[in-house]
């Protein structure tokens, strides 16, 4: 058996940013159910994505967490390779791993802050 061709330092870090906002896209994906962004203009849709968001949170946070695991299973392999990962990619792994660390055991509050933040 041939081993795997080695993946260039760009294809690593774009992989490790690509899994981080993934991440963070499903953490807002399973939020959404507390968050109605435009209740007069899109009163139907969101009812009815909330619905379906808010039976799939379980899901979709899992698949945060996984995602997050996979970003710093990523990171530390570029690390064991002796590749430097960029800085960029190392702050949005762990602003990813926060978002989600938070949106896990406080939702409501996150809901809050951000109906707060797009009332403004």
Not at 70 to 90: D, E, H
């Amino acid at each position: 058996m041939s081993a795997p061709a080695p993946r260039s330092a760009s294809s690593s870090r774009a992989s490790t940013a690509a899994v981080s906002l993934a991440a963070i896209g499903s953490v807002l994906a399973a939020s959404s159910c507390c968050l109605p962004l435009f209740p007069f203009m899109m009163a139907a849709g969101l009812a009815g994505t909330s619905t379906f968001l808010s039976q799939a949170r379980p899901y979709l946070l899992a698949a945060s967490i996984l995602f997050i695991a996979f970003g710093f299973y990523q990171a530390s392999r570029a690390k064991n390779c002796q590749r430097r990962t960029s800085v960029i990619s190392s702050i949005l792994l762990w602003f990813s791993a926060a978002f989600v660390f938070v949106s896990i055991l406080f939702p409501q509050i996150m809901a809050n802050v951000i109906a707060g933040l797009g009332a403004r």
